[in-house]
């Protein structure tokens, strides 16, 4: 393969699924557009794909698990994974650019996050099950041993927000486990998914250990969702999204992981390093246009430094451009879509219905030339809102953050609490007693104190009330991603 073929979808070619080991198009014949959200214009088509290509890519999963595939050690697996990983590092800068192109994220932040973070995924699980033990638990009488078996095959549904990054978080673990894969990445982002599965190709590896489907959510997700020959779905995307795959899966008794939407908050308390507070601050805020779904979109500030912390917050957000993404100066892209944008505004309108002052943003920047009909909005804050309006409830998913002063860190707590989200949080304090202190209130996966999406692999990523259900990372991936079997022997 020349590196330029990771780039051929970019220039309207319909992209094939890929089962069984093969490119292949869907047997209905439809398709769907892929625009790059700079410039709405088509990048690619895609295969409209139904019921009959999940079929048939559950059974190349399945032929594979029956196979050679099947009966892979440890060994053989990650040195597959350490291959993927290679392969996709020595084409980085393709990668980067696919994915900026088809999610209108900055290239500069594909190339030092998104791809480099995709790398370590395959890397990171590759090493993990070529170095994993098992438990045993010895009684006087009998010696228990613990195997970790593969599933069966996976549904990995993946969102478009961080596309290759998400889904070699599922794909890695879910292969190193010794599972097939039938993946559905999102409509708007289908390109390195697509590329991901050139490398497959490539590499030789075994047909049908990785499968993939393009298609709509409700007719391609929802039909790998109900196959009964799917043993479990890894899925990252929407809470309502989240709670149809659920309704779906549980009946069947399907594994089922669910990494949904967040509301965070950012705790700033006067006693922060400020100047490190505020860069922080405003990474956390405004990263990949606040569309993580760990970007602090609700800043909590102690009221003591509220006037200064919000002049130096606007100061310091107002050097974030928005720009073409493909330019390597850029430091803020386009939203996914203009429907997406429309969204995004509509909520700044709300925010001002609801009694908000706009202090900066809160419009579409005017970008000229072919980035005119781009889906693109500038970062914007909002102050004087209730912390129990709609605007800093519901999640956005867009560049809007709201801010809200305190007193007391009990009334931070509350309403860092008061949403029903609970994936991800940051506190920013030199206080060592105080950051223990609201580190274990706040009602939430997972909480950076002083930084922000600082990510050890090991630890366990996820969230709490609606943010989901389940943890990935490190041990707990390789645990849901396989079934343990106790074998108790009789001395
Ligand atoms: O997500 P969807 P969307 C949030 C964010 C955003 C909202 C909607 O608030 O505005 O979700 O985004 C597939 N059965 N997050 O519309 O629809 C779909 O094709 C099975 C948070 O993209 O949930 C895609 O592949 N699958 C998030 C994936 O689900 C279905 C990141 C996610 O799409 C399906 C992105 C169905 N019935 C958005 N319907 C995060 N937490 O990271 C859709 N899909």
């Given at each position: 393969m020349s590196p330029l073929s990771l780039l051929k979808h970019a220039s309207g070619e319909c992209v094939p699924n890929f089962v069984g080991g093969e490119f292949v198009p869907a047997t209905g014949g439809e398709w769907l557009e892929d625009l790059d959200p700079a410039r709405d214009i088509e990048l690619a088509r895609i295969p409209r794909s139904n019921s009959s290509d999940v079929e048939a890519a559950v059974r190349a999963a399945e032929a594979a698990r029956r196979g050679s595939w099947g009966k892979s050690s440890n060994a053989e697996r990650a040195d597959l994974l350490d291959a993927v990983a290679g392969t996709i590092e020595s084409r980085l800068e393709e990668f980067a650019h696919l994915e900026s192109l088809d999610t209108g994220k900055p290239i500069s932040l594909a190339r030092s996050v998104d791809i480099p973070r995709a790398v370590a995924n395959f890397r990171f699980f590759a090493g993990a099950v070529r170095h994993q033990s098992t438990d045993c638990h010895s009684m006087q009488s009998a010696l228990n041993y613990t195997l970790r078996k593969p599933v069966g095959t996976f549904g990995l549904i993946t969102p478009w927000n961080l596309p290759l990054y998400l889904l070699s978080w599922k794909t890695a673990p879910a292969l190193a486990m010794g599972n097939c894969v039938v993946a559905k990445p999102s409509e708007l982002t289908p390109l390195t998914a697509s590329a991901l599965a050139e490398i497959f190709a490539e590499i030789d590896a075994p047909a049908g250990c990785f499968n993939l489907v393009h298609g709509l959510g409700a007719e391609v997700g929802q039909s790998i969702v109900e196959h009964p020959q799917i043993a479990g779905i890894s899925f990252t995307g929407g809470t309502s999204t989240g709670k149809q795959v659920a309704a779906t899966a549980a009946p069947m008794f399907k594994k089922l992981s669910l990494e949904l939407g967040g509301k965070n908050p950012t705790i700033v308390f006067a006693d922060c390093d400020f100047d490190e507070t505020i860069e922080g601050v405003t990474r956390a805020s405004f990263a990949n246009q606040g569309q993580v779904c760990l970007c602090g979109s609700r800043l909590l500030i102690e009221r003591s430094i509220y006037d200064r912390f919000v002049s130096a917050f606007v100061e310091r957000v107002g050097a974030l451009h928005p720009g073409d993404p493909q330019d390597d100066k850029t430091n803020f892209g386009a939203l996914i879509s203009t429907g997406h944008r429309d969204k995004v505004e509509g909520y700044a309108q709300l925010a001002i219905e609801e009694g908000g002052e706009v202090l900066l943003g809160g419009k579409r920047p005017e970008l000229t030339g072919d980035l005119a009909a781009g889906a693109f909005y500038s970062p914007t804050v909002i102050a004087g809102?209730?912390?129990?309006s709609r605007c800093a409830t519901e999640e956005i998913f867009g560049p809007i953050v709201t801010l809200h002063p305190f007193d007391t860190e009990a009334e931070a707590i509350e309403i860092a609490n008061g949403v029903r989200y609970g994936l991800a949080a940051s506190v920013w304090t030199k206080d060592l007693k105080r950051a223990h202190r609201v580190s274990s209130e706040v009602e939430s996966g997972m909480v950076w104190v002083n930084t922000w999406l600082l990510r050890d692999l090991r630890v366990p990523f996820g969230g709490m009330k609606d943010s989901g259900v389940g943890r990935e990372g490190g041990r707990h991936s390789l645990e849901f991603f396989s079934e343990s079997r106790n074998i108790c022997i009789q001395l």
């Open positions: 809102l209730s912390p129990d």
